[in-house]
């Protein structure tokens, strides 16, 4: 059992992972095929070792420049800017963007001891003096960070003399009035657009 | 992104975890020190590889018979049936037992097709014949296909004319009867002890 408490251990250096769905998932790796455990550990390994940050755009990935950054049917002169790169595949998946990306790798947040200078904020500016850029898109989270860090870079952008435009709020599709709360409803009287 | 998305497949076998959760983990090992993800990778696999089923109690084992199995400083004429490899740690976290275990690997479930012939009956069956055992503990859980198969090993157990028990049922300690549920205190009352 020692092996077995050892992993247990382990399994509990992952987020959101305490003892007990550290013995579930423990156990239930157990049962599983020994073939695919080994796959499963395999590309965990493989995927941390092979996987850097993109020269350009600071995206994970296995080539550099990432295949993004080198895709020529994108639109090139329009930049995204996300916290993640989790948020570059969630915005992928969609398929309704097709510019680039740029990637922060998190926000400004003075409690988590994040500031500008642990950001990607500066090859940010030099990458849009440098190529012909039209539009920057700050698509930082809704949040009080997201929102600190929108507006920090859109003053650094500022002098470049382009469009820098910030994702919209408002309620969510599907949702109701009755349920959001007051932010959220002001936010959508705010951004109001004509039908 | 193909290689991370090979993960966030992967990651999705295991239970409990959905595309959310599997995206989440994903990031977070890319975060983690390389050295720990190839630990926690290997300890993974090597869990996977060396652990089996212990010739005497059918528990996890690197060794075989298991560590319990050959305590001598164990009292040796009584063993508790449970279901899983995972009650045995939890029982013997809590220090109070001193008895052997047998591990049934699962419980009879009509339901999940489980029978009596899938659990590992008949070598308890031979385990208490062959042996001077003077009590045997059944320690599946307290549900309907638990209570049906301590009733089932019971009944297998009677003619060998030795002490069968089940554990207790009752209120957990430090609950409240106000929020008890009826079945829990009617058990409780027909447990009734002297005090």
Redesign the interface.
Known sequence: ???????IE??Q????IGRK?A????????K?D?A????????????????KECIICH????TNP??ICTDKSRVQDRICVVE???D??II?RIGEYRGLYHILHGVISPINNMGPKDLRIDSLLKRVSQNKIDEVIIATNPTTDGDITAVYIAKLLKPLNIKITRIARGLPTGSDIEFADKITIAKALEGRQEI
Chains 1, 2 share one sequence.
């Open positions: 059992m020692r092996l077995l408490e050892e992993l382990k399994l250096w992952l987020p959101g769905s013995l579930r998932l423990a156990f239930y790796l157990q599983m020994e695919k455990v080994k796959e499963l550990a395999g590309t965990i390994v493989r995927a941390r070792t092979s996987l995206n994970l990935t296995e990432c295949p993640q790169p989790s570059v595949m992928e």
